[in-house]
């Protein structure tokens, strides 16, 4: 009698999970984490016992401001020390992270350039071919998924 309430759990279960569909928020923009990464990033050498030593970068998520300026081109901005000082253009929309670096912001399909405030400047990483600075596109009814490190303070 056991196996038999067993088996019906397991089978009620299953027939509940095919039918779930995954929480997906209604409209368009994008989400994801911020973390910070700085100091030593090269691969460590073995000690003279021959083990390795951990040296497996260590991404902390940040609290920060995130601004989204239309697509910005790099020949629209002045760089110093590893930060934009100066962006020609008006950020479109602000969002801040919580006290684990998750984000989530609606916005209106189209092309973006996401910086974070730092202390001397705004922060981006990723270029593309064409000079672009961290390009988002977004598309109706579907949300990106953009994980920022902000690593301008480490080292490889």
Not at 19 to 43: A, D, R
Request: hydrophobic share 35%.
């Amino acid at each position: 009698m056991k196996t038999l309430t067993n088996l019906f759990l397991v089978t009620l279960v299953i027939t509940l999970l095919a039918y779930c569909k995954p929480i997906k928020p209604e409209g368009e923009g994008i989400t994801g984490t911020v973390s910070w990464l700085e100091g030593n990033q090269m691969p460590s050498i073995s000690d003279d016992e021959g083990s390795k030593k951990d040296n497996t970068p260590t991404q902390n998520k940040v609290q920060r401001t995130l601004l989204i300026y239309p697509l910005t081109n790099v020949a629209d901005t002045k760089m110093e020390n590893g930060v934009f000082t100066t962006i020609n253009g008006d950020p479109v929309t602000t969002v801040e992270t919580d006290e684990n670096g998750h984000y989530q912001l609606k916005l209106n399909p189209g092309r973006y350039s996401v910086f974070t405030q730092e202390e001397n400047g705004l922060f981006a990483n990723i270029f593309d071919g064409d000079g672009n600075i961290q390009p988002v596109t977004i598309k109706e009814s579907e949300w990106v998924l953009l994980d920022i490190v902000i690593n301008y303070k480490a080292v490889y």
